[in-house]
Each structure stands twice: as C-alpha cells, then as structure tokens.
C-alpha cells in the first residue's frame, strides 16, 4: 500500500515537467513579452527587467533556476504583480480558497448523494425526474449565470443577502451555493447511476432474499457499491473546487486562488502560472490518491498493489 | 458484428437485428431523448434561418435596454428587448445560437477524430507503443487544461472561432482515446477480426472497415455529452472576454453581458434571461439526448 501511495506520487513531477514545458515553450515563442507595456521602454532598462526575472536565458537555464527554488519552496517573484512574490499571493490566497471550497464541497455532497440516492432507489417516479431534471439543470448553466440570477434575486429583489465580500458567514452563502451548484449536480446523477447500477447484482438479491429490512439493504449493501462513482468524481472536483472558481470569486469579490489561476494566463505571470499549476497538480494527485484508497476499503474486489 | 454475420438471403434480410437498430429502436422508444431531438432539430433550423431573415447587426442609441415589447423609438416590436447598444436581442439569441452550436459541433469533431485515431493506434498497437500513448493521456489528465487554453488563446492573440476551436478540442480528445483503445482492445482479439487478418486484410481496413464501426457506440453518446460541455467552457471563455468577440456573439458572450449588466438600481433581466433559457435549454436537450442514447447503446442494469 504504502510502496502504491509512493509510486503514485512520482506522478506529481511528471505532471509538473510537462506543464512547466508547455508553459516555458509557449513563454519563449509567443510574439511579446510580459513586460510589454504600452510605453516604449529603453532597450537598456528592457535588458534590465530581463535580467532580474532571469527571461534573458535560455528557457532551459530559467526552468533550472525555477527548479533549484523550487526545491527551496521559492517560487520566485510575480512577474506582473508588483513587489510581490508569486509565495505571498498563494499564500494569501489559499486559506480563502480552502474554506470556501470545503463548506462548497460539504453542501455539494449534502444535497447531491440523498438526491440522487432517492432518485435511483424510486427510479421513474416523480422524485426521480424531479431531482434529475433540477440537476440537469446545474449542469446546463455556466457558473456565472447562476450566479447572477441568485444575486438578482436573494440580492438586489429580497435583500436577504450581501452581494459579496469576505470575512462573514452571511458573505460565504451565495458563493458557497453558487460554487457547489454544478458540483451537486454531477454527484447527484452519479449516484443515481451508482444505485442503478448495483441495484441488479446478486449480493443485493441475496440481501432481499433473506429477508433483510428495505432500509438496512440500503445503508449496508447498496451504499458501499453504488458511491463507488461518486468517490472517483470526488477527486478531480475537490482538486477544482479547492482551487476556487474565477467567475465565483469575480462575481462576489473574494480574494481566492480562481483570480490568480485566470489572471496569470491572461497577464503572462509565468511564475504566477506555475506557482497555481504546482498547487492545482499537487491537490488532484493527492485526492486521485485519496480517492483509490477509499476504494479498497470501500470495494473488496478492489486491492491495491497486488 | 456488424460485420462478421454471413449475408442472409435477401428475404429475411429485416430479421437480422444490428446492434445500430436494437439502439434506434431503444431510443425511440425514450420520450425526453426524442423529443430532445426533436427540440434540436428545430433549433438549429431556426439558428440558421432567423438572423438570416431579422438583422441583428442594426444598432439604435437611442433605444437601449428596451424591454421585451414594442419599442416606441425603433418603431418596431421586440419580443425579447434590446440590449446595450439597442440591438434586437431575439435576433442576436438566434444568431449566438448559430455561433455557440457551431463551436460545440466543431470543437468536438476536432476531439472525436483526434482521440478516436489516437485510441485505436494505442489499442490496436498494443504493448509499448500503448503504454507509451496512454502513459501521455495520463499525464494531460492532471494538466489543468483551461490555464492552457487561456495561455494558447492569450498567446495567439488573433480572435476568431479557429483558436477557439484548436483550443478548446485540444484537451477534449483524452477521454474518447481511452474509450476508443478500451474498445479496441476488447474486440482486436474476436474471431471476426481474427478471420479478416486470416483472409489477408491489411492492417489500416482492419482498423477502419472492422473495429472502429463497433467501436462508434460508446464514442457518439460520449461526443453527445461533450457538445454542451464544449458550449459551457465558450461561455466560460466569452465571460472572460477571451472567447468570440463583437460584433460576433454567441450565447455565452450575451449572458455574460446581461452578467455584467446586473446591477442594484435597475434589473435588465431580459437581457440576462433569454440568452440563458437559450444555453439552458439547448444543454438541457443535449444532454437528455446523449443521456437516451447510453441508455439505448448499454441498456445492462438500466431496466425500468
């Protein structure tokens, strides 16, 4: 188990190279610079800005000063945003993203597994399309529109709500629920799927036949099998959700790690860039992980590394 | 198997049941997947023939942010209202339409073709060449593909469908090579592939003409459900203003401008409301189609 746990962790630097190539090639052949500005600068003062991100090397040179901080825990300066190291942006940032992703995932998980539990245990009845068509939904709307009409109603129509900000439980509500919409959706159908699909095996007949109670074939034969869908999903949605939303957090002004994943592309923050691929690889690796274990505790048929 | 039974005599040819129409018929018999498709059909019709017939490019200052109505300053009636710059939102919903279905067919097009070649190279090749291409897929797997996309579509600089197209099909192909080598590999050693090698067919007509038609199943209903992913990550990318740029629309840049037009004085709800019930609608039916078609190419477990 522990020599599996390990030898999936290698994966991490493998992940890490590749995107830290594509990323380092697409610095070097993109027309432009990151310190283009709209001023024409002097070409010697242009030399110097050069020289202190380290871009007048080689793109192998800078990637082997990036790697020999990394091993330090420096990810070096922000290129973009000013006197600050691309550490303190994470650093401020991650807490933030964290919090709100957790409460995030626990509502997505509250309100998905029941849902789509009752919807598979009464398939084809009302509560079946009912929660199915209401998940559809989540999934068929992008972020930002739900978003918007929650902050058109709960917002500007009641006023029950602040629009945005940090700090307050009050504040964490909309974009907690707007931040977990698709995420409970997703679970919901999966665990629909997972119910059905080990609604028909044989150890579930066996359980009916000897006459067990409806609800104890339930909590103890059909969960273990049909969350089994829902476990795989958790681990690429924690990684995503943890690393926070742009629209999310753009929409309610929360100081998160979506913005820094959105803005470093756009502004060209190469160490900015790398810094939040680092954090977003290292969560999906570590959930991916997670995630297997769970499935040999969860799947006796399932053991990991031999 | 479609391909391994014997011709029967023309007579009894509609006995012969194929996979393809036990699906069809499974299909139709599912009430949400057709009239989904149905709902599509018409949409697309109308995508193609209503921005032809209204003008969607007319702009009138004067008569911003109309309401749905009929507008006193234009003269003319709008079913949906008229956005910032007194443009015919019913008009412009149509032809976003065109734009955002355009993307989603391409975009996945690009991404079944790419994944379905790579998969079946992968799976069909088998042993190090497999491990080698699949070894790859994984890695991109944990690649966080939207910061890409934003990198390529930052970098390219030029605005226009075909980065959005390279870009967005770039990553979508991964999970359809998986698909396509898992299917490869389960059929490469039946008797009918056997039998094809055996009479002399070369190694391309065995891959074409006798795995990749069993292997489309499970491809289409996947590129079912990926067309409203694609059209979700446009709007994603218009949100940001990255995607397709004015005049052009589509349907993710104008609910991402009723977004941005929300404010607490005075709710435009129109021109957030009717591109929205357009995305949703049209997602909504994509995916109870893709989710009919599973149903009717693996019935297994799914009995009612």
New interface residues.
């Given amino acids: 188990m522990l020599r599996y746990a390990l030898l999936r962790l290698l ?1 991490l630097p ?2 890490l190279l ?2 830290l190539g ?2 380092t090639w ?1 610095m070097r ?4 610079s990151p310190f283009a500005a709209e001023r024409k600068v002097d070409a010697q003062i242009e030399a110097q800005i050069e020289k202190k991100w380290g871009t007048d090397k080689s793109g192998w040179k800078w990637f082997g000063e990036y790697l020999k901080g990394l091993a330090r825990g420096d990810l070096g300066p922000s290129f973009k945003v000013q006197g600050r190291t691309v550490n303190d942006l994470l650093g401020a940032a991650i807490p933030v993203s964290l919090t709100l992703g957790l409460l995030a995932l626990f509502l997505a998980l509250l309100i998905g597994i029941p849902a789509g539990f009752l919807a598979g245990l009464r ?2 009845s009302v509560w079946d399309y009912g929660s199915m068509a209401i998940a ?2 989540g ?7 739900i ?3 929650l ?2 109603w709960l ?3 009641w006023e029950s709500l602040p ?1 945005g900000g940090w700090g307050t439980v009050k504040q964490l509500m909309l974009p907690a629920i707007t931040l977990s919409a698709p995420f409970a959706a997703v679970i919901a159908r999966l665990a629909r799927a997972g119910v ?2 080990v ?2 095996e044989d150890y579930v007949r066996t359980a009916k036949a000897k006459g067990l109670p409806k609800g104890e074939i339930v909590l103890k034969h059909l969960v273990r099998g049909a969350i089994l869908p829902v476990i795989s999903y958790l681990g690429p949605a924690a990684a995503a959700i943890f ?1 926070g939303s ?2 999310v957090e753009k ?1 309610f002004r929360i100081p998160g790690m979506g913005m820094h ?2 803005n ?3 502004n ?1 923050d190469f160490s900015l ?1 790398l810094g ?2 680092i954090v ?2 290292t969560l ?2 570590c959930f991916n992980l997670l995630v297997d274990i769970a499935y040999g505790f969860l799947d006796p048929r399932v053991r990991l590394g031999k | 198997m479609t391909v391994a039974a014997p011709a029967p005599p023309p007579d009894e040819a509609v006995a012969g049941r194929s996979l393809w129409q036990d699906a069809l018929r499974r299909l139709l018999r599912n009430r949400a997947a057709t009239v989904s498709a149905a709902f599509l059909a018409v949409l697309v019709i109308a995508c193609v023939v209503v921005p032809w017939r209204i003008d969607h490019k007319e702009q009138h200052t004067a008569a911003k942010f109309e309401p749905p109505g009929h507008s006193a300053i234009t003269g003319s009636f709008h079913p949906f209202g008229t956005d910032e710059l007194g443009r015919d939102l019913f008009a412009r919903c149509f032809y976003g339409g065109r734009i955002s279905l355009l993307i989603g067919l391409v975009a996945t097009l690009v991404a079944v073709v790419i994944g379905t070649l790579y998969g079946s190279i992968a799976g069909y090749a088998g042993g190090r060449l497999d491990n080698l291409m699949m070894r790859f897929v994984d890695v991109l797997y944990g690649v966080p593909y939207m910061l890409i996309v934003l990198l390529i579509l930052v970098v390219v600089e030029k605005r226009g469908l075909v980065p959005i197209f390279a870009a967005l099909g770039l990553f979508q192909w991964l999970t359809t090579a998986r698909i396509v080598r898992g299917q490869v590999l389960a059929y490469k050693g039946r008797e009918f592939v056997q039998a094809a090698r055996t009479i002399g067919a070369s190694r391309s007509r065995i891959l074409l003409r006798h795995l990749l038609p069993n292997v489309m199943g499970p491809v289409i209903v996947y590129s079912t459900l990926m067309v409203p992913s694609v059209i979700l990550q446009e709007a994603f990318l218009s949100y940001l203003g990255l995607g397709i740029q004015e005049p052009h629309t589509s349907w993710g840049l104008l609910a991402s401008d009723g977004a941005r037009a929300l404010n607490p004085i005075e709710t435009y709800w129109w021109i957030l409301t009717f591109p929205a019930l357009f995305l949703g609608t049209t997602l909504l039916a994509l995916n109870f189609l893709g989710d009919g078609l599973r149903d009717a190419f693996d019935p297994k477990g799914r009995r009612a």
């Fill in positions: 994966w493998a992940i590749v995107i594509i990323t697409l052949t993109a027309p432009g398939q084809n559809l939904v999934i068929s709307l992008p972020a930002f529109v978003g918007a009409f902050v058109m917002v500007f129509k629009v059905l699909e609604v028909h690393t742009f629209v929409l994943f959105v470093s592309a756009i060209r860039i939040v691929v977003y690889s999906l690796v």
